[in-house]
């Protein structure tokens, strides 16, 4: 079996499994296999090893029975990036990246003190630290997997990221931060409903990194009120949010004292992130 008879033996399997995106996936499992673009692999005659044609269809079987592509494959691309995953740690997407880009498209400071909470993988930390120059990125992340991810994925894109191994709902792990510029941060905000809707795929991500508390709101409760102090005044605190949330969160953004609030909408006109400046120490005294 040559490399392109490997690729359409893949999209048949998927295509009868009813996985939507049969051929972008064929694609990214061929090009994991052989380790080349399919383009130039389309071109190839050359016969696939015994072991390749083992693995491939291994891949394939398990996407079938609904396990994630990203964690069969090892690694994801956000923004342009590389990262590596698998189970313990949420799966970077598209939608995140627009959290990226508004932060990117900040005048910000020279140097700039940002903060990435609940991190998992770091993707948006390290995107940050390698989009945004000197600037000085602190990730914060609970889980000792997603930990071990956010370590692998510094290393293996050279990003100059710190990491805190810390509850971001608990007050003592904000009490070491001070005069912040940017807190950037993609809380769990599903709500008890969207949980028990989820895709089968989904629910091999972890809950913890999903479950948002019964309206998906917890998390931006708590993460406003406890981190807000960590802001220097006009500091920005800006959120990924879930479909038709803006309304709630800009509530308990407008709740804790903070003021140009801010939506941007993502690629399909969806409402994705929420920003707003730090004014807590003019008001609260």
Request: with cysteine.
């Amino acid at each position: 079996m040559t490399a392109p008879e490997l690729y359409f033996h893949l999209r048949k399997i998927l295509e009868k499994n009813k996985i939507e995106s049969s051929q972008f996936e064929a694609m990214c499992i061929t090009e994991h296999i052989f380790g080349v673009r399919l383009q130039k692999l389309l071109l190839d005659k050359s016969p696939a090893s015994a072991e390749q044609v083992v693995n491939a269809n291994n891949i394939a079987y398990r996407r079938s029975q609904g396990e994630p592509l990203q964690y069969l494959l090892g690694r994801w691309e956000f923004y342009g990036l590389e990262f590596f995953v698998g189970e313990g740690v949420l799966i970077p997407r598209q939608d995140t990246e627009t959290l990226v880009d508004t932060v990117i498209s900040m005048e910000l400071k020279e140097s700039p003190q940002i903060l990435d909470l609940c991190s998992g993988s770091g993707c948006i930390g390290i995107t940050l630290c390698k989009n945004i120059k000197n600037a000085d990125v602190t990730a914060v992340e609970i889980s000792e997997k997603a930990v071990g991810y956010i370590n692998k994925n510094i290393k293996h894109n050279n990003a100059d990221m710190k990491v805190l191994v810390g509850d971001v709902l608990n007050e003592k792990t904000a009490d070491g931060f001070y005069d912040i510029d940017v807190i950037v941060c993609n809380p769990p905000y599903l709500t008890a409903e969207d949980m028990r809707l989820l895709q089968k795929e989904v629910t091999y991500e972890p809950e913890k990194a999903l479950f948002g508390g019964e309206d998906g709101l917890d998390f931006y409760r708590k993460i406003t009120s406890i981190w807000k102090k960590t802001l220097k005044d006009g500091g920005i605190l800006a959120y990924e949010i879930g479909i038709g949330q803006e309304n709630d969160v800009i509530k308990i953004l407008e709740d804790n004292s903070f003021t140009n609030i801010k939506t941007v909408a993502d690629l399909c006109g969806v409402t994705r992130v929420v920003y707003g400046c730090s004014t807590w120490r003019i008001t609260d005294g």
